[in-house]
């Protein structure tokens, strides 16, 4: 074998050999490229849509919460007039409760009773508009079932109203139990969602109210109105067998749109809501972005390719050198001196092809970097987030399990937040939010982690550090530093915090339990002394299952009717007459039997039950009050306890005002006893709210007095006409004579302030021997009496 030919051939064989390394090196460089690009664009795509069913579940949400207060108004007004309605019968004056107010500002279409021969009996509309509805779908259900339940129709014409309504009925019974009717209360199913025309939720928003059979009782897309169509074979009405909230992506079976779809069951009612956002608006950011990422790639794909070729060209080129090397051995100088010079050119090109991919991948790292830090941080602030927060406590938590480290969670939330946004706007607000991290930031230390979680609330990871001193001097200073004033705009105003502390392992095993924990330490804080810290114990988690139970109760105690009132008489010290009764709340629970006033109204004012029970206190003991008055017992004043949550709402003023009228009582029947501790929060707010209720002709008196602080200045500045002493005062007549001046001290006091008096807790003849010397206007105990019903009372002042 010819020599110089197997070594030809060697080289030939080498060289396509390499060209093929080169092209599948460039394709794999393009596949992993391409693969990151679609990794990307799909991850950004689950974040857009994550994004999206937040927004439509929170909408959902909102949605749910108003429609359920539309359904519950509609049915108390069903009960109200199917009550009147059994007392009163065909006498029953519908226009006249509507124009007494009984029913303003509720969008009913049409208020009626059908009586058991399905004729409308009587109605809201004048001229009233006999008419024949036993064919309704609503009789007939009734007719059929003794189940005193609400029912709510399916979208119909109203004969009466000659409009589209839904109808929520409920059954009338005859005292013997059988069929007396229908209550019939026709609502503007449009109602449910026009509030939300007017927002800007995108072209092709849509949200819609269906019952469980798939019937549409009311939906809004864009600006366009419908009702009446069946989606009952449609993706969220299969999902709402198993389910009774969550997402989907669906073409909608209405008008075709593709949206991103999110579903709330009621628990109540068989009825669901469902919120849409346009699938193509909510990705159109993430659209725009993606097109700039495949320009990226094209560019590197192009740069790579040519970098490829030129290289095979070069590596060819030289293959062609060497056999012209040794078919002219005579040009031997001249032609490498001319082959070093189209080396140089042809690195210089490789050169400039290398630095143009550099450039490519630096811009793709720096738009991942991007990426995560839009994904890792809060945008207010710029803390890490929950996201962060999440996997760091997740990483810590795995480490402490192996032994590895210890730690503690700090769990901070700002007590004053929600007045300073609600006062002052949501600027000052955000702003707050702001300082407050960068101080907590600065308190807690280099090797803290510190994230914002939600609204106000942040939390603190002190990795190592398990020591409770020395946690306990961390928690203290962020305490100090989140109590110094804020300047926000030439506004200065002050907050405080509450902190709770969880240290892991000890505290829990996963990262679910240590925030869990931090957070009822919080809570225990606030409970026990807001702007405090504490640490978490295992009573705390109990006591936050028994808190929640009890809460959950709470929420349907009007609408069970397990709420009550009794009322205390108070009587002249000297003649013992019957001047009044202070209203006592009283909660007899189906699950837990009777549940004491001091456990249950914490609850109410912490999870904002308080507003609702509070309306329903006030309304109850005016009506006493009309029925004493009707009774010719019209000088009576009923005392109504009012919470530090009633007093500040922004409506409050007008509540009172509106159930003054309502009830057509004289303003001076009425006394709100408020306390010295409802006042620390804003004495200059608070005082402008009772001077308006002093003008009313309202009454006011300080209860508890002489439990809180700087008792003399608020008299000095309180328009208050009545004082009560707290019984904790009472009893030291009993046992120490000598701090029983204090009791005389207070009366005499007060009398210079042109007070009434009443003493609080009188129990035995020998305190009310010693207030009516020392000449105490009134007295309130069992001594006198124990709380009693309504009717034991109104015969209390007729045996007077």
Known sequence: MNWNYAKQFAA?????????????????????????????????????????????????????????????????????????????????????????????????????????????????????????????????????????????????????????????TRRIDRPDGGFGGVVVISVDPFYFTDFYKRMDLGRNFSITLVGLDGIVRARQAGQNADLGQDISDSVVMNQLTTNASGYYIANSKVDGIKRIYSYRAFSEYPLAVLVGIDEQEALAGMNQRTKGYYWGCIIATVIIILFGILLIKFITQQRRDREALHQAYEDLEAKVLLRTKELFATNGELAAANEGLQKANRQLAKKTEEIQEIAYSDALTGLPNRLYFNEWIDQEMRKAGRGETAGCVLFIDLDDFKTVNDVLGHSYGDASIVIAGQRIVATAGRDALVARIGGDEFVVILPGLSDREAIAGIAEAIVRELRIDYDVGGECFS??????????????????????????????????????????????????????????????????????????????????????????????????????????????????????????????????????????????????????????????????????????????????????????????????????????????????????????????????????????????????????????????????????????????????????????????????????????????????
């Open 12 to 168: 030939h064989l080498s060289l396509k050999n390499l060209k093929k390394v080169i092209i599948l090196f460039d394709v794999f460089l393009l596949c992993f490229i391409w693969g990151s690009l679609l990794h990307k664009i799909e991850s950004e795509r689950e974040l857009e849509i994550n994004s999206a069913v937040r927004e439509t579940a929170n909408l959902a949400r909102a949605f749910e919460e108003h429609t359920l207060r539309t359904i519950k108004n509609a049915d108390q007004a069903a009960i109200f007039l199917k009550y009147q309605y059994e007392r009163e019968g065909r006498n029953i004056n519908i226009p006249r409760y509507k124009q007494e107010g009984s029913f303003a500002h509720q969008p009913f279409l049409l208020m009626g009773i059908i009586d058991e021969n399905g004729e409308l009996a009587a109605s809201d509309q004048v001229p009233f508009v006999p008419s024949n509805l036993k064919d309704r779908e609503h009789f007939y259900v009734h007719k059929a079932s003794r189940e005193n339940q609400l029912f709510i129709s399916k979208p119909v014409l109203g004969r009466s109203s000659g409009k589209w309504a839904l109808q929520m």
């Open 495 to 800: 907050m405080s915090a509450s902190i709770g502390i969880a240290r892991y392992p000890q505290d829990g095993h996963t990262a679910e339990d240590i925030l869990k924990n931090a957070d009822n330490a919080m809570y225990a804080a606030k409970k026990n002394d807001r702007n405090s810290w504490s640490f978490y114990e295992t009573y705390m988690q109990k006591e936050a299952t028994a808190k929640m139970v009890l809460r959950n109760n709470l929420r349907y105690a009007i609408e069970r009717g397990e709420l009550s009132l009794k009322y205390q008489p108070q009587v002249t010290a000297g003649t013992r007459a019957i001047i009044g009764f202070e209203a006592l709340l009283r909660w007899d629970s189906v699950e837990h039997g009777p549940v004491s006033p001091a456990a249950f109204i914490p609850v109410a004012e912490q999870s904002g039950l308080i507003y609702d029970i509070g309306a329903w206190v006030l309304r109850e003991a005016c009506s006493f009050a009309r029925r004493l008055a009707m009774n010719g017992h019209e000088d009576v004043t009923i005392a109504i306890n009012v919470s530090a949550k009633q007093l500040a709402a922004d409506d409050f003023i007008d509540l009172v005002r509106n159930t003054l009228a309502d009830t057509g009582i004289k303003p001076s029947q009425v006394e709100l006893e408020i306390t010295e501790s409802l006042l620390m929060n804003s004495l200059e707010d608070a005082r402008c709210k009772l001077d308006e209720l002093r003008s009313m002709g309202v009454r006011l008196a300080l209860d508890d007095f002489g439990t809180g602080f700087s008792s003399l200045t608020y008299l000095w500045n309180l328009p208050v006409s009545t004082l009560k002493i707290d019984k904790s005062f009472i009893d030291l007549i009993l046992y120490d004579a000598a701090k029983a001046k204090i009791v005389s001290t207070i009366i005499h006091m007060a009398h210079d302030f042109d007070m009434l008096v009443v003493a609080e807790g009188v129990e035995q003849e020998q305190q009310l021997c010693y207030l009516n010397e020392n000449c105490c206007d009134l007295i309130q105990g069992y001594y006198i009496s124990k709380p009693v019903s309504e009717t034991e009372a109104i015969n209390m002042l007729g045996n007077h």
